[in-house]
T-cell receptor, first 114, second 112 residues
Framework: DADVTQTPRNRITKTGKRIMLECSQTKGHDRMYWYRQDPGLGLRLIYYSFDVKDINKGEISDGYSVSRQAQAKFSLSLESAIPNQTALYFC?????????????FGPGTRLTVL | QKEVEQNSGPLSVPEGAIASLNCTYSDRGSQSFFWYRQYSGKSPELIMFIYSNGDKEDGRFTAQLNKASQYVSLLIRDSQPSDSATYLCAVRNGGATNKLIFGTGTLLAVQP
């Protein structure tokens, strides 16, 4: 089984709908991240969490919210989806120890907002 | 100036050749440097990381770091068609938080 899983893998929705993307990990890592990837813009950090009670905004958090339900689960919500949120979304995890900088990515969710 | 810059490519090399991928960064306080490989539509996969100046080798891959010149490179020896992918450079900045800044990637095409 994959260490980092994301659901759904693909989603098509309409403008104004509320969407939740979920991420689960079995790596035992404390730290979790949400990124979006757009052609020509690379990976950009939306939110990150260093433990269950810690939530931090990344560089592009507007229009998004997150919930860290447990050490292993980190969800990303789009309260009212808009077309420019169409992108590939990745969850990532990292340890808090010696290799804290190394991030491992889930398979991604391709989101299309019509 | 972007924080992490890479040539978007495509970089085309013949099979068996050495592919050289370069990355420059702007934050002199950057601590850790990573190379990820990403196939089209797939997630980034860690190839290797480097923390200290000099070279670090892992199989066909060598990462080179020069903090004085603020660049990091990845060499791929004996390039194979399966190496064709986008290579992302990531840098942890000098701040207290563990945030990686990614470049936009270089597309490598290895010609059979």
């Amino acid at each position: 089984d994959a260490d980092v899983t994301q659901t759904p893998r693909n989603r098509i929705t309409k403008t104004g709908k509320r969407i939740m993307l979920e991420c689960s990990q079995t790596k035992g890592h404390d730290r979790m991240y949400w990124y979006r990837q757009d052609p020509g813009l690379g990976l950009r950090l939306i939110y990150y969490s260093f433990d269950v009670k810690d939530i931090n905004k990344g560089e592009i958090s507007d229009g998004y919210s997150v919930s860290r339900q447990a050490q292993a689960k980190f969800s990303l919500s789009l309260e009212s989806a808009i077309p420019n949120q169409t992108a590939l979304y990745f969850c990532a995890t990292s340890d808090s120890g010696v290799e804290a900088d190394t991030q491992y990515f889930g398979p991604g969710t391709r989101l299309t907002v019509l | 100036q972007k924080e992490v810059e890479q040539n978007s490519g495509p970089l085309s090399v013949p099979e068996g050749a050495i592919a050289s991928l370069n990355c420059t960064y702007s934050d002199r306080g950057s601590q850790s440097f990573f190379w990820y490989r990403q196939y089209s539509g797939k997630s980034p996969e860690l190839i290797m990381f480097i923390y200290s100046n000099g070279d670090k080798e892992d199989g066909r891959f060598t990462a080179q770091l020069n903090k004085a010149s603020q660049y990091v490179s990845l060499l791929i020896r004996d390039s194979q068609p399966s190496d064709s992918a986008t290579y992302l450079c990531a840098v942890r900045n000098g701040g207290a938080t563990n945030k990686l800044i990614f470049g936009t990637g270089t597309l490598l095409a290895v010609q059979p």
